[in-house]
């Protein structure tokens, strides 16, 4: 059973910065996605990024294309979002989850939360 535990999230003014991290407990980068989701108060889950093939592919929604950066590394069995230029609607309980690549059809299952099937607990980013 791995567990996902991530860290990195806090306050910052818009046009900041800030750098999220997912350690995964054990290496499931090689069979598995990993995303990142965000979720506001009031507003769905929504897909942010994703990261497979070993960190060869990437998707990332339209709202953030450009500004979040995903990557992973696979000796410390970790993912990353890089988040620059932050926006006051960035705010919002950030989680990084997994699925097994298998489980998704097409690369618009990519950003659909209910197909993930592990998830860490949530990091809160604040932009004012």
């Known amino acids: 059973h791995v567990q996902l535990v991530e860290s990195g999230g806090g306050s910052v003014e818009a046009g900041g910065s800030l750098k999220l991290s997912c350690a995964a407990s054990?290496?499931?980068?090689?069979?598995?996605?990993m995303g990142w989701f965000r979720q506001a108060p009031g507003s769905e889950r929504e897909g942010v990024a994703a990261?497979?093939?070993?960190?060869?592919?990437?998707y990332y929604a339209d709202s953030v294309k450009g500004r979040f950066t995903i990557s992973q590394d696979n000796a410390k069995n970790t993912v990353y979002l890089q988040m620059d230029n932050l926006k006051p609607e960035d705010t919002a309980t950030y989680y990084c989850?997994?699925?097994?690549?298998?489980?998704?059809?097409?690369?618009?299952?990519?950003?659909?939360?209910?197909?993930?099937?592990?998830w860490g607990q949530g990091t809160q980013v604040t932009v004012s």
């Open positions: 054990r290496d499931i980068f090689s069979n598995c996605v």
């Open positions: 989850a997994a699925v097994e690549r298998r489980r998704l059809t097409n690369k618009q299952d990519l950003g659909r939360a209910e197909l993930y099937t592990v």
């Open positions: 990261i497979y093939f070993g960190g060869g592919s990437t």
